[in-house]
């Protein structure tokens, strides 16, 4: 075995107390300012968790009556189009699951026809579901139509 790599003996102890020798080159030193915890230490290296950069604000809707911004034309915001395709054929759904127990669920079968007819009407609707939701619905009002025909045949209410 080489001389170099076994540990110094243990400093003898003086007065009870032991002696502290100071540090062999081989340990790094500690750093003399000490990083608050979060704080930011050095860049990231991995391409996934790096920061993304922040872009500066942008002005999307300017006002039209400024005057210090003359080449930047004001677009208005994009209107919100209302859906009833998809609303046609949740009352549709609903109106007959509700027929097929109780007849009194037609007016839900109405809201939702009238709800496919005005999704048939526009164009950005999904003419799939809008029909869908007709069906459905047509079908619920027949369903009721029944339950309240039978309904009345049981109270003597027909001839």
């Known amino acids: 075995m080489s001389d170099e790599r076994m540990p110094p003996p243990a400093a003898p102890a003086v007065g009870g107390t032991p002696v502290v020798e100071p540090a062999s080159p081989d340990v790094a030193p500690a750093p003399t300012d000490t990083a608050l915890p979060g704080a930011h230490r050095g860049g990231f290296r991995r391409e996934l968790t790096q920061p993304l950069p922040v872009a500066p604000p ?7 009556d400024e005057k210090f911004a003359p080449d ?46 005005l ?21 619920s009002l027949v369903y009721s139509a029944g339950w309240l025909w039978w309904a009345a045949a049981q109270g003597g209410l027909t001839g």
């Open 119 to 139: 999704a048939l009407r526009r164009p950005w609707e999904k003419r799939e579901t809008a029909l869908w939701g007709l069906g459905l619905s047509v079908g």
């Open 72 to 117: 930047v034309r004001w677009i208005p915001p994009a209107p919100v189009l209302p859906r009833s395709a998809g609303w046609s054929l949740l009352f549709g759904t609903l109106a007959l699951v509700l027929a097929c127990f109780v007849g009194w669920g037609f007016p839900i079968g109405i809201i939702g026809v009238v709800l496919a007819v």
């Open 58 to 64: 942008l002005t999307v809707h300017p006002d039209p």
